[in-house]
């Protein structure tokens, strides 16, 4: 029974209250809000098995009326905190949302300001950098411009020092003929001996090395006696005990002369004066006798093979295969020729 009350007086302050009627004052509100409140707390706390008396029939009856007369004004006044409640909370939450929104539009106005002087130092140096850039391009393209004169300048002179240089390189070449052909016809009537001993000339070589001749040679191979116009050691220094001694150069009154002592030299094959082994050639500039020189390994060879040889003035070597003649002015062409050919007979001749 007491929990029914209970229901029922809870039932009764949630029903709502006519349209129009107002509290009658505040603290009526209140005492009636608190007795329905312990009222229900009174029925929850009441056993359930507690049977009803009389007394508590009388009492329940006594503020079930009360509670009854008190609800429109509990009600009314609950529902009139309930809107001020909401009203409060409402405002608070629309001055909280200003607030924010007030703040949050600082934050972006400040984080605008701050982007944008970002964004204008960030131009700024761009706008540095992109002016350095423009002036170095500038500056490069000017420079690489004036390469491409100076380029083309250069390209224009090499091309003319190349011409120039070819026309010099055929006088040089020429010149240098022409001083070869010069030094070499002064040394026509000059002999080179080689093999005499230092001391042997006893200070007058000139008349030594016209005795010299015709011991060597035979003195009835001259009609006359041989014409020496000067003789004398070569300029190398004189060289000590033991060593080898200085070649002799010798030049002829006569041409003729020098050219019957070379034949005569070959004819003879292997001379010698006083026991030992003497050499006679022709006197020649020391280019061509580098030249001449060159061909020396390949004579050998030829000699070994039995191939007939001449070397001809400058340094032009003939060699005979049969009726054939063969000319070289290269020993590594002619040292070729010698591997393709089979041995003959062996002879040799130089001019």
């Known amino acids: ?54 007394e508590d029939l009388a009492c329940s009856q006594e503020e079930c009326v009360m509670a ?13 905190e309930l809107r001020a409640y909401r009203e409060n909370l409402k405002n608070d939450i629309k001055a909280e949302i200003e607030i924010m929104h007030q703040e949050i539009r600082k934050d972006i106005t400040s984080l605008r300001e701050e982007a944008k002087a970002d964004i204008n130092t960030l131009r700024n140096e761009l706008s540095q950098k992109i002016e350095s850039l423009h002036r170095a391009h500038t500056e490069t393209a000017d420079t690489q411009r004036e390469m491409e004169r100076s380029l083309c300048d250069v390209s224009d002179k090499i091309t003319a020092m190349d011409k120039a240089h070819a026309t010099l390189q055929k006088d040089y070449n020429k010149l240098q003929e022409k001083y070869m052909d010069l030094e070499n016809r002064s040394r026509r009537q000059n002999l080179r001996v080689v093999g005499i001993s230092e001391g042997m000339e006893d200070g007058n070589p000139s008349r030594f090395i016209a005795e010299f001749f015709s011991e060597v040679l035979g003195e009835e191979n001259f009609e006359s006696p041989i014409l020496i116009d000067r003789a004398h050691r070569t300029l190398a220094p004189k060289p000590r005990a033991g060593e080898r001694p200085r070649a002799m150069i010798a030049r002829l009154h006569y041409y003729t002369d020098r050219e019957k002592i070379l034949q005569l030299s070959r004819s003879k094959g292997n001379l010698l004066y006083k026991g030992s082994p003497v050499h006679i050639f022709p006197d020649m500039s020391p280019e ?64």
């Open 1 to 54: 029974r007491q929990l029914r009350k209970s229901f029922n007086n809870l039932n009764i302050l949630a029903t709502p209250a006519p349209v129009g009627t107002a509290p009658a004052n505040d603290s009526a509100n209140k005492a009636s809000t608190g007795t329905a409140i312990a009222i229900a707390a009174q029925a929850d706390k009441a056993p359930a098995n507690t049977a009803p008396d009389s």
């Open 68 to 80: 009854k007369e008190e609800t429109p004004l509990s009600v009314g006044i609950f529902r009139s």
């Open 288 to 351: 061509v006798s580098k030249l001449r020189a060159s061909f020396n390994p390949v004579k050998v060879k030829l000699r070994n093979a039995g191939i007939p040889y001449s070397l001809y003035y400058p340094a032009k070597l003939i060699i005979t295969m049969g009726n054939t003649k063969h000319s070289f002015t290269d020993p590594r062409a002619a040292e070729n020729f010698i591997k393709t050919q089979a041995p003959t007979t062996a002879q040799g001749v130089e001019d």
